[in-house]
């Protein structure tokens, strides 16, 4: 009898495709189906479950090939499952995942069907799994295990691909600096963002003279302010909130749900495309976005990282403004 896997969709494009991420993994090494549902309404109010309207995924199925059957873990899913995550957490009140998941970390679960429920990539906690499995992966980075299940599993529907190509076409020039920059609900730092424009451009500039800005931001004030501080900024086209909240799980302003997360993924698959990409990992988008770098020397500054392009080089200036006073 097939047993199942099911991953509920929750908050942003790039919380969601961690999930699913996770899912991937799980189902690999232990033989159930896997199951995707996005029926949860941010990017859509109809019931329709987005996930197959925005990825082909060979791997993964609708919710239609569920079974009825009492053996769901977590207990709190049993006759649930046209649930979403959010609603069903808001009434028992709830407040984290724990209690709405299973644990990825055992494959020896005999229920029929498993819900994981979160909020971004479990890679870390299958790590001892991937060992006990002798798995090709074992001794790999998150972000490489992460890289390896995207880039095998997961593709954009012919018609979003489209787009994102028709864009590059009109639009992209030889070289590419891609700058992701979330700004409503979560603010990345802009003085840090513009340091690192600023230097990787100078850089840039000494090798390719004919280069462009790519930016993908949730914020028209951001937008215009970089656009008055550098050259040759583009974007796409695409709605904003008038006053200033996310654009993803924004229903009460959003015209189309389902078009806000089409021009979400051209974004994202943009930023992919760039030479280079200067993100902060604080936001799951654009650490996804550098995942799925395409370009066969692509480069990615995370400002959030530990070793930072701007880390090294304050470290860098720290150390010779202290040789200097101990010099003189």
Not at 36 to 58: A, E, H
Not at 176 to 189: A, Q, T
Not at 235 to 263: A, M, Y
Request: a neutral charge; proline letters at 3%; glycine letters at 6%.
């Amino acid at each position: 009898m097939t047993k199942y896997i099911v991953v509920k969709g929750t908050s942003g494009i790039g919380n969601r495709v961690f999930a699913v991420a996770t899912g991937i993994l799980y189902a690999q090494l232990s033989g159930r189906q896997l199951v995707v549902d996005w029926r949860d309404g941010s990017y859509s109010n109809t019931g329709t479950n987005l996930f197959f309207r925005y990825f082909d995924c060979p791997p993964a199925q609708s919710v239609d090939v569920l079974p009825e059957t009492d053996s769901v873990y977590p207990a709190i899913w049993k006759h649930q499952l046209h649930r979403s995550l959010g609603s069903l957490r808001t009434e028992l009140g709830l407040t984290g995942y724990s209690d709405m998941s299973f644990d990825v970390s055992r494959l020896d679960s005999q229920d029929d069907i498993l819900v994981l429920s979160a909020y971004t990539h479990k890679i870390n906690l299958m790590r001892p799994l991937l060992a006990q499995e002798t798995h090709r992966l074992a001794n790999s980075t998150i972000r490489d295990i992460l890289k390896s299940i995207l880039q095998e599993n997961l593709f954009l529907k012919k018609d979003i691909k489209e787009r994102v190509e028709e864009f590059k076409k009109a639009y992209f020039s030889d070289y590419m600096v891609g700058v992701h920059i979330r700004y409503s609900d979560m603010k990345v730092p802009l003085a840090e963002v513009e340091f690192a424009v600023r230097s990787i451009t100078r850089w840039t500039l000494l090798q390719h003279t004919n280069f462009k800005i790519f930016l993908a931001t949730d914020s028209q004030e951001v937008l215009s302010l970089f656009k008055g501080k550098f050259p040759n900024v583009i974007s796409t086209d695409k709605w904003f909130s008038e006053s200033g909240k996310r654009l993803h799980q924004n229903p009460e302003e959003c015209g189309d749900l389902v078009e806000n997360g089409i021009e979400a993924l051209v974004d994202l698959y943009l930023l992919a495309a760039c030479d280079n990409l200067i993100f902060a990992s604080r936001s799951s988008f654009g650490f996804l976005s550098s995942l799925l770098m395409t370009q066969p020397k692509a480069r990615y500054y995370d400002i959030d990282g530990q070793h930072s392009l701007i880390k090294r080089i304050k470290s860098k200036l720290i150390n010779t403004a202290q040789q200097l006073k101990v010099s003189s």
